[in-house]
């Protein structure tokens, strides 16, 4: 559960801290578009320029302030999708030159029971390896190493070839995920639930001509980004306490934990409820009412280091396109 940082709020008093949240949240959207504008391939402009936003991402984090160990703690729920859409890539790309020679691999029952024990040692040992994330690669790697060295009663087998191409391809897309989900995090990091709201409701405002709600809608987003760490905090608290009635959610039976799901769900949403219809009851008393105009206490002014930002987020998006074209 600590593992997911989306939503969270880290205070701070750095620069990214204090910039207009719509300016953020403006350039947020032109780098995310900039990470999409490059073409997955192994050339050298698009690796550059993906390993070029990397660099900038960061140079952002460090400036910040915000520990690098907190901001990478966000793709570790991600790393299976990580790893999967790796190993993918090197087995869809047959182009370019040959990694190492090709590796003959066995599908056969030695190998079956090989990797079904290694999975359990696996699932034993990780509780214990500090480091999870190297093991899982360990793990993945182990998965193709006995296949390789057990061919006894073979079922089937394929040739297992590793390309250049494939190989900066996967990295290319390694990469461009990454980018995405730190650069996500580094908004929620660094902007309150308030500003995010002021911030959603003024860029979306021209919406307002075609009637469209836009005051509820950012209302809506903003509450809901808030409140994902407030329910997996309550839903950790949960776990604990069923732990501490013997409950074990990581060693029991796929029957056990169906049932340990159904009793951990049923009090997340009771509590969700009793959030929301209190925190309904918090607005209506300080005045809130669907639909009509708010004033605000601390307005934003676009200062020289919004527009600074701002500028520097356009020409990296007309430098993406400029390559594009080119």
């Given at each position: 559960m600590n593992n997911i940082t989306i939503g969270q709020y880290i205070p701070g008093d750095s620069w990214l801290h204090k910039l207009d949240p719509r300016i953020k949240l403006f350039s947020l959207v032109?780098?995310?578009?900039?990470?999409?504008?490059?073409?997955?391939?192994?050339d050298?402009?698009?690796l550059v320029s993906m390993i070029a936003i990397l660099i900038i991402?960061?140079?952002?984090?460090?400036?910040?302030?915000?520990?690098?160990?907190?901001?990478?703690?966000?793709?570790?729920?991600?790393?299976?999708?990580?790893?999967?859409?790796?190993?993918?890539?090197l087995f869809y790309v047959k182009s370019g030159n040959l990694v190492f020679d090709p590796i003959e691999m066995y599908i056969s029952i030695s190998s079956i029971i090989g990797i079904i024990l290694f999975i359990l040692f696996y699932n034993f040992t990780k509780k214990y390896i500090k480091f999870r994330i190297l093991y899982f690669f360990f793990a993945v790697f182990m998965v193709f190493f006995i296949q390789a060295v057990l061919p006894y009663i073979s079922l089937t087998s394929y040739t297992f070839e590793v390309y250049d191409q494939g190989l900066l391809r996967a990295g290319f897309i390694f990469l461009r995920i990454t980018n995405v989900i730190i650069l996500t995090?580094?908004?929620?990091?660094?902007?309150?639930?308030?500003d995010l709201n002021y911030g959603i409701e003024s860029?979306?405002?021209?919406?307002?001509?075609?009637k469209v709600p836009v005051d509820m809608i950012a209302m809506m987003l903003s509450l809901t980004l808030r409140y994902i760490p407030t329910l997996?905090?309550?839903?950790?608290?949960?776990?604990?306490?069923?732990?501490?009635?013997?409950?074990?959610?990581?060693?029991?039976?796929?029957?056990e934990k169906i049932s340990q799901i159904i009793s951990l769900l049923i009090p997340v949403f009771v509590i969700s409820f009793k959030?929301?219809?209190?925190?309904?009851?918090?607005?209506?008393?300080?005045?809130?009412?669907?639909?009509?105009?708010?004033?605000?206490?601390?307005?934003?002014?676009?200062?020289?280091?919004?527009?600074?930002?701002?500028?520097?987020?356009?020409?990296?998006?007309?430098?993406?396109i400029y390559t594009r074209v080119m």
């Open positions: 032109l780098m995310l578009v900039a990470t999409f504008l490059i073409p997955v391939s192994a050298i402009i698009p991402i960061i140079a952002l984090t460090i400036s910040t302030r915000i520990p690098m160990r907190k901001v990478l703690n966000g793709l570790k729920p991600i790393v299976f999708l990580l790893t999967f859409t790796f190993v993918i890539q995090s580094l908004l929620t990091f660094t902007t309150m639930t308030t860029l979306l405002k021209p919406l307002k001509i075609i997996l905090i309550e839903t950790e608290k949960i776990m604990k306490a069923q732990a501490s009635r013997g409950v074990d959610f990581k060693e029991s039976t796929f029957k959030r929301s219809e209190d925190l309904g009851n918090a607005m209506e008393v300080r005045g809130y009412v669907i639909g009509q105009k708010r004033t605000r206490v601390d307005e934003y002014i676009v200062s020289f280091k919004d527009i600074f930002t701002l500028v520097m987020t356009i020409l990296i998006l007309a430098a993406i």
